[in-house]
């Protein structure tokens, strides 16, 4: 990992406009610069590069963050890949924090393999270019096939000759390990114990990553030697490293043409991908040889929402890799098929013919799938109706994957007329069908949900949680920052002078302000709210880790648990409320929004990170997104560090979905509305904090308050819960409790209590 302190020299250094001139050519317009986006294709540059803010999007396409979001996107690298090719560009030295012993050992396996890999392809390329075996044999095959010396070397194509431990016996000698060699497959032992190489007597296929590293390899025995071999490609194991299902071989090579063209086209087969960028098509991809698989497709999904397949003549091979492409639709890809002509493939169809001419074909020739599918089985069922019946389920069935309702609506409409079949049939199937799905997706998630509460109930028994209580500040009786059940008032800052820091105690991460949490292993974990209500023991706040990752940390979501379905709320109210309270952190964290006047008149500041902590904490409420409640937790605990600047420390966090969430957030600056003084001065967020913040607060808690009492209802009304009278009885006493909150939230939204100016 590397350090805190790396990273901000590497974000201090390089400067946006100075990178991103690098790929797009920018021209200023007033304090920014604009250019043509480089993550699709357009004619007027709507890509807006801020070098006073530090970042860049694109008002198009929506791509856009600061200098190390726009490297990751750009040249596709991981977060730390893009800090260091920062570092590189600014000469700057990475420094990495000391990873745990498991961390070590993990890190070095997979630095370890890949480091043989990489020996493994310098040796294959040493083999082809600097032996007579290489040079008569294997460079013979490749130029036979018509690729050019520049396409073998930049596919970085070997030769591995007909001594089967020439590469095991070499390795040995250089120092590499034999537990790696074989971990990584090059080689494999025999049952007398000696290393044999895989990959012998064969030209060979590099298998590259995304960022370029080589995972794998594909060796091919040579025409002359396939008499007797049963396979001609023999192709690396599943490895630490290597994972078939999710690699794409061409997609290093490929990416930044894919971006380009806003397009990829799909082959089978190593030569396939190497031809046709010989011929001048680079965005191009293989699955080699294997059905497609979920992974594979949201790689090609991360470059462009367009995929073209080309078949040969082969009407079999259609046949079996035509049930993979439902996968396509179902991830919302537009997907055409591009049949060659009889007797070619996409290898010698490139090599017939320039990129011009291979690209005015493919754009003749190309169909979408769902005309290509009922043309290709009606052709099969002539004029029998069970098979034509069978046909229609078929077609219906690939409609009905599609999410967009729209485009599954052309599509009926287009199969009505070409099937000779009543639009109204076809839609009932098709409900019919995306139903079932629904169904056999909440069954699966039941099931799932059921597994989990029966281990989080086994993990639990036998242990006993201890309760907190809330704790105020010397000379207060307050309970939280809505003023209710506070002696004393709330100021807003400017009508209050400064007073005491706020007491290290009630900053702190760990103090004891009231949260209310399910108890680990209670039944129906899935679906029961942090706050349970009465009759349930509190539990102390989780401790976050300091440092977070793209998936939040179990702790996150131990003790969090909702009615409420995790996914797909980005439309509801409470989460657009969530969202504007979440940019308020970032944008506004360590400002401070009031002063609490205690009965003796002291005033005790409250940034907005501690009030909006507070005022959730108090009605046992939490952010319902996973990400937002770590980005409010390492708020928490960074709220009392000195100098702390919310929205530079989580535009700089290293966790690239903070980091990226952060700069969205706050490149978008929130207005309530377009508020004006008498002297017609526009009056800034920031100085409207304490009037902004407790409103946002108040509508945030109404708004998920009120979704979760439907869910619960929802709940209610379910058999399984229904029947099971502990369920039951905890979900109608999480109705009551919140149907209090409900009312007081509305008393206080009514009453809209205004801060003392």
């Known amino acids: ?14 400067q946006i406009v100075d990178v991103v001139s690098e790929f797009v050519t920018l021209r200023r317009r007033g304090t920014s610069y604009i250019g043509l986006c480089p993550f699709h294709n357009e004619k007027t540059p709507s890509f807006s590069v801020s070098p006073s803010k530090g970042l860049c999007k ?23 890949e893009a800090l260091k090719w920062l570092a590189k560009k600014y000469n700057i ?24 890999n990489q020996f493994a392809n310098d040796y294959f390329r040493h083999t082809l270019y600097n032996t007579l075996d290489g040079q008569r044999i294997g460079m013979t095959y490749l130029r036979g096939r018509g690729f050019r010396d520049d396409i073998i070397q930049k596919f970085q194509l070997g030769y591995s000759t007909d001594q089967r431990d020439a590469l095991a016996r070499t390795a040995l000698q250089k120092g590499y390990q034999e537990d790696y060699l074989l971990k990584t497959g090059i080689c494999y032992r ?61 997609i290093f090579f490929a990416k930044q043409a894919i971006m380009r063209q806003d397009r990829c086209f799909l082959v089978e087969g190593y030569t396939d991908v190497i031809s046709m ?38 009407g079999a091979g259609i046949k079996a890799s035509i049930r993979g492409i439902d996968m396509l639709l179902e991830e919302g890809m537009n997907v055409k098929v591009c049949l060659l002509p009889d007797g070619d493939d996409p290898d010698s169809f490139a090599r017939k013919h320039n990129a011009t001419d291979y690209q005015a074909y493919i754009n003749t020739h190309e169909v979408d799938f769902i005309r290509f599918k009922s043309q290709l089985l009606l052709e099969e069922t002539g004029k029998d109706p069970i098979k034509r019946a069978s046909l229609i389920s078929s077609i219906v069935k690939s409609i009905s994957v599609i999410p967009d309702s729209i485009v599954r609506s052309v599509y009926i409409r287009e199969c009505s007329q070409q099937l000779a079949i009543e639009e109204k049939v076809l839609v009932e199937a098709t409900a019919k069908l995306i139903e079932q799905a629904r169904e056999n997706r909440f069954k699966e998630r039941q099931r799932r949900e059921q597994q989990e509460a029966r281990k989080l109930r086994q993990t639990a028994a036998g242990t006993t949680t201890t309760g907190t209580t809330f704790q105020p500040a010397a000379g207060t009786s307050a309970t939280g920052p809505t003023g209710a059940a506070v002696s004393g008032t709330f100021l807003p ?29 209670a039944p129906y974990p899935s679906e029961i709210p942090a706050a349970i209500g009465p009759g349930l023991p509190d539990v102390p706040p989780p401790d976050f880790p300091p440092e977070a990752t793209s998936t939040p940390p179990a702790d ?49 500041p409250l940034t907005v990170i501690q009030y909006i902590s507070m005022g959730l904490k108090e009605d046992g409420l939490q952010f319902h997104d996973a990400l937002h409640r770590q980005l409010l937790k390492e708020a928490e605990q960074h709220a009392s560090d000195p100098l702390f600047v919310a929205e530079r420390y989580f535009i700089q966090h290293p966790d690239p979905a903070i980091s990226s969430l952060s700069a969205n957030l ?46 619960i209802l929802q709940a209610l009304g379910d058999p399984a819960v229904a029947g099971d009278p502990q369920r039951c009885t905890e979900a109608m006493q999480r109705y009551k409790d919140l149907h209090a909150t409900q009312s007081l939230l509305a008393q206080q939204a009514g009453d809209r209590v205004v801060l003392k100016v």
């Not at 913040?693 to 945030?700: C, N």
């Open 190 to 250: 025999k049952e007398d114990g000696s290393l044999r190489d895989r990959f012998w007597g064969r030209v060979i296929f590099p298998v590259h990553t995304l960022s370029g590293k080589v995972v794998a390899f594909g060796g091919r025995v040579l025409n002359a030697a396939t008499k007797n071999v049963q396979m001609k490609y023999v192709n690396s194991p599943e490895s630490e490293i290597y994972h078939k299902s999710r690699e794409l071989y061409g």
């Open 93 to 116: 030295e990475v420094k990495e924090r000391e990873l745990t012993e498991e961390e070590k050992q993990a890190h070095n396996l997979r630095e370890s393999l890949f480091v043989v």
């Open 277 to 314: 960028h010989q011929s001048g098509i680079e965005n191009v991809v293989a699955s080699s040889g294997t059905a497609l698989t979920p992974e594979q497709i949201r790689l090609i999904h991360r470059f462009t929402n367009n995929i073209t397949v080309l078949y040969d003549g082969d």
């Open 58 to 80: 694109c008002f198009s396409c929506g791509k856009g963050g600061n200098v190390v979001h726009f490297i990751m996107e750009h040249e596709q690298l991981s977060y730390y």
């Open 1 to 14: 990992m590397i350090d805190q302190t790396t990273i901000d020299r590497i974000m201090d250094a390089a």
């Open 493 to 521: 800052p400017e009508a209050s002078a400064p007073g005491t820091s706020f007491p290290p105690e009630a900053s702190d991460p760990g103090a004891p302000f009231p949260l209310t949490a399910a108890v680990p292993g």
């Open 556 to 604: 996150v979501d131990e003790y969090y648990s909702s009615f409420i379905p995790q996914q797909g709320n980005e439309e509801k109210v409470f989460y657009a409320k969530e969202e504007e309270l979440v940019r308020m952190i970032i944008r506004y964290g360590e400002k401070i929004v009031c002063y609490m006047e205690t009965e003796e008149g002291e005033q005790l």
């Open 666 to 711: 706050a490149n978008e600056r929130y207005q309530l509305s377009k508020y004006h003084s008498k002297a017609q001065k526009i009056i800034t967020d920031e100085e409207r904090l304490h009037e902004l913040v407790p409103r946002l607060l108040t509508d945030f808690k109404m708004s998920i308050v009120d979704e979760e009492l439907k869910h």
